[in-house]
């Protein structure tokens, strides 16, 4: 039995690195609760759906992720940094997944140009 993510990244075109990235997101253990794939709210209210081929594999439906991130965003428990942060994770690979940055179209130096910018959050220093 491969898991949820095995089950995600095997229903990808191998173009869409945007998809990709996201599922790495959503699989990433947050600082607050578990895995969004590991989580009920977002996986039980619809999000995640199997092909209907039953050939192990399986996809999100971002417009309902959306609709799902806005009834949690609506529902957090205030003030609780970490599940703010979780949430903002949460946003930033549904829109991947929706596609609203264009990486699948960017260019090679365009995407590298965000990686580096994006790495810099990761530095030593920044916590």
């Known amino acids: 039995m491969s898991t949820l ?10 173009n869409d690195i945007a998809t990709a990235a996201a599922i ?9 609760g578990s895995a969004w794939l590991d989580n009920d709210d977002f ?6 759906r199997d092909n209907d081929e039953n050939d192990g594999k399986a ?3 971002w417009r ?9 965003v609506q529902m957090a428990p205030q003030p609780i940094p970490e599940y703010a942060n979780a949430l903002a994770l949460l946003d930033f690979a549904i829109a991947l997944g929706e596609g609203r940055y264009r990486f699948n179209e960017m260019g090679h130096q365009q995407r590298s ?4 910018a994006t790495a810099r959050l990761a ?5």
């Open 5 to 14: 993510a095995e089950r995600l990244h095997a229903g990808l075109d191998e």
């Open 24 to 32: 790495e997101l959503l699989n990433a253990e947050p600082d607050y």
């Open 43 to 48: 996986v039980g209210n619809g999000c995640v």
């Open 59 to 61: 996809f999100i439906d």
């Open 64 to 72: 309902q992720a959306r609709v799902v991130h806005g009834m949690l």
């Open 113 to 116: 140009a965000l990686a580096t």
């Open 123 to 127: 530095a030593p220093g920044h916590s």
